[in-house]
């Protein structure tokens, strides 16, 4: 019998367009969420008016942008985090051709990692 060197984990990337086999891949490891942090005043916010919908979409869609910005410009071709992630992050995130994992356990990031030599980041930036 064979044994694999690394770690084999039981996860899907989010999107069936992200790329699935990446030989010697750049890895970004976070254990936060990519997905906007609405405020505790803001979650239930009163949208009277179209503007004030389109405002907040506005204001969502330019906080994950800022996020994967910040993501991108380490050029990884996998993002892995133990939260989640939002459609609008993946959606940047595969226009940049990076392949997501979310919702992995503390312990399998950790085991990535060691044999990555990779440090779990809690922040985009």
């Not at 060197?5 to 989010?14: A, F, L, P, R, S």
């Not at 790329?19 to 009163?46: F, V």
């Not at 992050?89 to 992995?104: D, E, P």
Request: hydrophobic share 35%; proline share 4%.
């Amino acid at each position: 019998s064979e044994v694999l060197e690394g770690v084999m984990v039981n996860k899907d990337i989010t999107h069936p367009k992200m790329r699935r086999t990446i030989k010697n891949p750049r890895i970004i490891l976070l254990d936060c969420p990519l997905e906007y942090k609405k405020g505790e005043s803001q979650t239930n916010m009163e949208l009277k008016t179209e503007n004030a919908m389109c405002d907040a979409l506005d204001q969502e869609t330019q906080e994950i942008a800022m996020m994967c910005s910040h993501i991108l410009k380490w050029k990884p071709d996998i993002v892995i985090t133990e939260k989640g992630f939002s459609d609008l992050a993946q959606h940047f995130l595969l226009k940049g051709n990076v392949s997501c994992i979310r919702r992995i356990r503390k312990t399998d990031n950790v085991r990535i990692a060691r044999v990555s030599g990779a440090k779990i980041v809690n922040r985009p930036e």
